[in-house]
């Protein structure tokens, strides 16, 4: 049995939106290459075809990954999430301790996790570090740069 996975709202509305267009888009795109290829003659020396047909097996990899992923996701409801500690779909602001900077961080799924958006995955070090706490603990994380001392400063939705 696979692992539940807990998602947003958006971040399962964004899954299903990526599986419609893996389906409806570029599963008939594959189609159509590898009909083109399969007109151009044997098939046996025909690098096109081949090309295509790894293509589409990676495609339905990855629609199956998918599936399964959206099948096995939970929607958190933001208004039953507890702030008193820091749990997934929290937004926790944590002060690095060795250079004195402040960061924001939200707990997401592994799926949802975008660093540029400050969204990481409970699965990382840092989010297996901080789940849990609460407002004034300090952590110290092992991540691969090395440790790092983090100061709970606030925790919100």
Known sequence: ???KVYVTK???EKMQEELKFL???ERPRL???IAEAREKGDLSENAEYDAAKEEQG???AQIAKLENTI???RILDESQIDTSKVTALCKVKVKNLKINKEVTYQLVSEK???IKEGKISVLSPIGKGLLGKVIGDVVEIAVPAG???FEVMNISI
Do not use: I, R
């Open 31 to 33: 189609s159509n290459a």
């Open 1 to 3: 049995m696979s692992e």
């Open 58 to 60: 990676l495609l339905e």
């Open 10 to 12: 958006e971040g399962f």
């Open 112 to 114: 949802e996790a975008n």
């Open 23 to 25: 389906k409806s888009v």
């Open 71 to 73: 099948g096995n996701s």
């Open 147 to 149: 440790t790092v001392k």
